[in-house]
């Protein structure tokens, strides 16, 4: 048994460095890639679009369901003033870049891990290192840079939707004065929430999409299975573990910033 | 007085890979000369995918050296190991095509990220190369919307469109039908010549092989087992190789065998 655990950690550490080298060893690939800035808008505007439904949908519908629980509970005390305050602040600190995170790992996050897969199955990345072109810089390096610009971007307009869920239901729906919602909200927010929230954003974007890189990147590596089972394997190893490793870094941040 | 040899560009020895406890490769050496066309021949399954695999730096061989242009290409020399991936080009077996670029961002692809040319200058090489080898009217079309041959063509477009020194051909012409495999041979050859560049192919067409190479291997069971030109190959009295020429004469008499036994009368319903 104890042999099996130690086998286990070690599997853990040697994977956690592996992956650290990969996501290293494609930041610094980046330095001196030839048209690198086009990649990462053609990147950037993939991970924007992709998402922009889905963040929207799922951005309104968090707002409507945080208006209409935090009214009847804050009701109950004779508080639906503070309404605006509860929807700002919950979206702004955690809710926000966690629900915006995980729609990412879905729509973008399991459709990478899913292409570059396929890539590696396909023999294209073999056949760009045989023509010299490194393929962390052409494939890898341009996602991550533009998940550190597109992510927080989408945490903010699914805030920004979110907001305006919550003030449709509290208001439009449940009868609380506009004014009311939108002044609890300017009161509630500090520069602080919203720094949080983009160093949540920030870290998450980060991580998602590495992860899914890494995982679709060393398909090949996938010891359970091969071909087309191996890009499977990888894209639900991706999707799972980078949804996971989004509430652990939730945790970690929110512990050390509050 | 003997004419003197062309220099060596690729020397290949004692190349040793396994896979668990399967052996592909036994210590196999191989002398690229300079400008010339040699043909690595084999059975499937041989390895010699593997074998120019472990040449093009895709893969990594347990034991064995490599060395290009005099110079030794080793794990612990990534400056050597990049200079020959500028000099050298490969044409993988699948094509190895992106699908989600177009046949001219396909061929442009190497020029736009190891050169410093200006977008027009690569827009017109990668033309050129389309134009060569008979595509330019299918520039806009995705690899998925091409025949197996035009895939192929295409490949080799993205592979000479850098003018590499060394191409490595891993079986350009699996799949194809007879025509379309002599054409491709003849293009290699032509290519081959008209550019100046050195070229290894790994195939199964001997006849092809023989008429288009300046010399030829075999590799049998991890090793070469025969290395000469096509006439001495075609001449010489090794069993391994005597059976791989004499494949079509020995299916010949393998059938004649056959066709002798009387076929069975259907029987009366």
Same mark, same amino acid.
């Given at each position: ?8 950690? /070690? ?8 992956? #650290?080298?990969?996501? %290293? ?22 991970? %924007? ?17 945080? !208006? ?26 955690? /809710? ?9 790992? !879905? ?14 199955? &396909? ?32 945490? #903010?307009?699914?805030? $920004? ?7 449709? &239901?509290?208001?439009?729906? /449940?009868?609380?004065?506009? %004014? ?18 983009? $160093? ?32 499977? #394997?990888?894209?639900?190893? #991706?999707?799972?573990?980078? &949804?996971? $490793? ?7 941040? $929110? &512990?050390?910033?509050? | 007085? =003997? ?23 036994? @210590? ?13 021949? @084999? ?30 290409? +080793? ?34 692809? *190497? ?14 090489? +990668? ?16 690899? +998925? ?18 003018? *590499? ?6 079986? *350009?012409?699996? @799949? ?6 002599? =054409?491709?041979?003849?293009?290699? =050859? ?73 076929? *069975? ?5």
């Amino acid at each position: 048994m104890l042999r099996t655990i130690g086998r286990h950690t /070690l599997n853990f550490v040697q994977a956690m460095g592996d992956f #650290a080298l990969f996501t %290293g060893i494609s930041f610094r690939s980046a330095i001196g890639s030839r048209k690198i800035i086009r990649r990462i808008a053609r990147a950037g505007y993939e991970q %924007g679009t992709r998402c922009l439904p889905v963040i929207l949908i799922v951005g309104m519908f968090t707002g409507l369901v945080l !208006g209409l629980q935090g009214y009847y509970v804050l009701n109950r005390f004779g508080s639906e003033s503070l309404l605006g305050a509860l929807v700002s602040l919950s979206l702004v600190r955690e /809710l926000g870049p966690v629900l915006a995170a995980l729609m990412l790992v !879905g729509q973008a996050g399991s459709a990478l891990a899913a292409e570059l897969g396929i890539q590696r199955n &396909s023999e294209q990345i073999a056949a760009l290192e045989t023509m010299g072109v490194s393929s962390h810089a052409y494939l890898v390096a341009p996602r991550l840079i533009a998940a550190l610009v597109v992510f927080p971007m989408q945490a #903010a307009l699914f805030i $920004t939707v979110g907001l305006w869920g919550g003030s449709l &239901s509290g208001s439009l729906l /449940l009868g609380l004065e506009p %004014g009311i919602y939108w002044s609890a909200v300017e009161r509630a927010v500090e520069s602080q929430d919203v720094r949080e929230c983009f $160093t949540k954003a920030v870290v998450f974007g980060l991580l998602t999409i590495a992860l899914c890189s890494y995982h679709g990147f060393n398909a090949h590596r996938c010891r359970s299975a091969t071909g087309a089972r191996a890009v499977s #394997a990888s894209t639900t190893r #991706a999707v799972v573990q980078s &949804s996971i $490793t989004v509430l652990a870094a939730d945790y970690v941040i $929110t &512990s050390f910033l509050v | 007085m =003997a004419a003197e040899s062309p220099p060596l560009l690729l020397h290949v020895e004692g190349l040793r890979k396994r896979f668990g406890d399967n052996i592909v490769l036994d @210590g196999a050496s191989l002398d690229v000369p300079r400008g010339s066309l040699v043909s690595v021949l @084999g059975r499937s399954g041989a390895g010699k995918s593997v074998f120019l695999k472990c040449l093009a730096d895709v893969m990594q061989p347990d034991e064995g050296r490599i060395a290009f242009d005099g110079r030794l290409l +080793s794990a612990g020399d990534p400056v050597a190991r990049a200079e020959f991936r500028r000099r050298c080009s490969f044409l993988f077996q699948s094509n190895a095509l992106f699908d989600s670029l177009t046949a001219l961002e396909n061929v442009a692809l *190497p020029l736009e990220q190891t050169t410093r040319l200006s977008d027009q200058e690569i827009h017109d090489r +990668s033309l050129e190369a389309l134009r060569q080898l008979e595509l330019e009217a299918h520039r806009d079309r995705y690899p +998925s919307q091409l025949s197996g041959g035009m895939q192929k063509r295409l490949a080799l477009a993205r592979a000479i469109v850098t003018k *590499p020194e060394l191409v490595l051909f891993d079986e *350009p012409t699996a @799949g194809l039908d007879p025509l379309r495999r002599n =054409a491709v041979f003849a293009m290699i =050859a032509k290519y081959q010549r008209q550019f100046g560049f050195t070229a290894v192919v790994v195939t199964h067409d001997v006849p092809e092989a023989l008429v288009a190479s300046d010399r030829v291997a075999l590799l049998d069971n991890g090793r070469m087992c025969f290395e000469g030109t096509p006439a001495e190959f075609s001449t010489s009295a090794l069993g391994v190789v005597c059976d791989f020429r004499d494949s079509t004469t020995a299916l010949g008499s393998s059938l004649a065998d056959i066709r002798r036994v009387p076929a *069975p009368q259907p029987a009366d319903s």
